[in-house]
Structures are given as C-alpha cells and as structure tokens.
C-alpha cells in the first residue's frame, strides 16, 4: 500500500474513537483528511452529535462543508478528544508536528484537549527526532535578526517558502522557520530553550502531549498507548 493509503488507514481506526456528544480538535494534514471524512461518514451513517474545534482554516472548511458542526475554541466546551497528524514520532512518543505550518493552532487545542491522538503512518516513526526539519513559527517583525542568531547558534535556520516563492504566512500571519537540525538529541532543553527566544511565537516539538498513536502499516493498523494520564 502507498503512504496515502496508509495515512486513510490510521485516519479510518482512529474515527472509531470518536463518541457520541463529543466536543473533538481536528488536525491540520493529509491524515486528517482523511479523519475529516470518516467521522462525516460516521455523523451520517449514526446520527452522532458532534462539535469540532479545527486546528486551522483548512481542515474548517473541509469539515464545515462536509456537515460537521463547527465552532471556535473560545466558544466550545471542554474538548474531549483531539486527533492530528505529525511528521515524526519517537519511541518515547515525543513528536515534531508543523509541516503543514499549523503547529501553533494544533499545540493551543491540543494542551486544551483531555486526550490527544496522533495519526501516521508507519513512516513517521523514528528512533531520534530531528530528520524531519523542527518548524518554528516566529513574528514577522525582525526576523531575519532572529533566524541570523539561530544562524549562529548552529541550529540551520532556513525562512519556509510558499510556491509563489515568498515567505510562508500561517493562519495567524507570522513566518515559520524550519530548523534543519539532523539529530535533537534532547529535545526537552531545546524545547525549553526555543521557548526563551524573543520573536519565537511556537516551536514544533510535541512533548509528553500524546496519549494514543495509531499508525498505518503494511501489516494492519497499530495502536500504540504513551501511557500517559
Ligand atoms: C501540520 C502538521 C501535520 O499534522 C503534519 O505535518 C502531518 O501532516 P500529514 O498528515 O500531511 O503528513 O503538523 O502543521
């Protein structure tokens, strides 16, 4: 099966954990795509009462014209589940997310969110973070300043490009910045530390947030528990 077929996959299972009366965050992604579709499938086919919290002006969209009722994170109640993708998982079940420049929103719902599911397929799965480049979502205002210190700090900054070959904006207008680190070898200090930097408005490490991984693989699908409250 190709990687598409993969991601429907763990987009398809993990639907299955959405109940009825849930307030539920969508992901931003080609996974959640797929995830988008499969519970409109499910409100049809069972009648099912759901609110949805998007994670960015895609997948709302997507999910309003699909018929999923949709409101805004300040106006919803508590969200019971949340369900993204991401673009690479550790075994210690940390995560990079941000490839589709959403990470800020997706972060926001997902620290609001009593349990979070990731969806990927088996190809996200590493044993170290940091193939995958580490998005930063940073303010317009000086930042070629900024990306000129991580410059310096060796961190290998490079401003993300949109096809019409100016900077990238996010939903929220700012910059992202890609962090093309190879290897995080601790992802906690450079969390930590990113979290300092002036300018930065989000960083792209996922720590110690998922609860649940259900992964699309050659041999059926994998649900992987981080065991976490
Ligand atoms: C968007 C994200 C996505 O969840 C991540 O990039 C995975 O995307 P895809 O499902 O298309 O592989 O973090 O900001």
Known sequence: MNQD???KQAAEKAAEFVQDNMTIGLGTGSTVYY???????????EHLKLTGVATS?????????????????DSAGPI???????????????GIKGGGA???IEKIVAINSARNIWIVD??????????????????????????????F????PKFRLGEDGKRALTDSKNFIVDLHMEKISHPHLLASWLNKQVGIVEHGLFLDLVNTVVVG???????LDAHRG
Do not use: C, W, Y
């Open 80 to 94: 019971d589940l949340t369900i993204d993708g991401a673009d690479e998982i550790d075994t210690n079940f940390q």
């Open 5 to 7: 077929g993969l991601k």
């Open 153 to 156: 700090e060796g961190l290998n």
């Open 217 to 223: 693989t050659e041999n059926g699908t994998k649900v």
């Open 35 to 45: 995830l988008v579709e499969a519970i409109a499938k499910r409100i049809q086919r």
């Open 102 to 104: 959403a990470h800020l």
């Open 122 to 151: 088996s190809s996200k799965l590493v044993k170290t973070l940091g193939a995958f480049p580490l998005p930063i979502e940073v303010i317009p205002f000086g930042s070629a300043r900024l990306v000129k210190s991580l410059a």
């Open 57 to 73: 002006m895609r997948t709302h969209r997507q999910a309003e014209s699909l018929g999923i009722h949709m409101v805004d994170l």
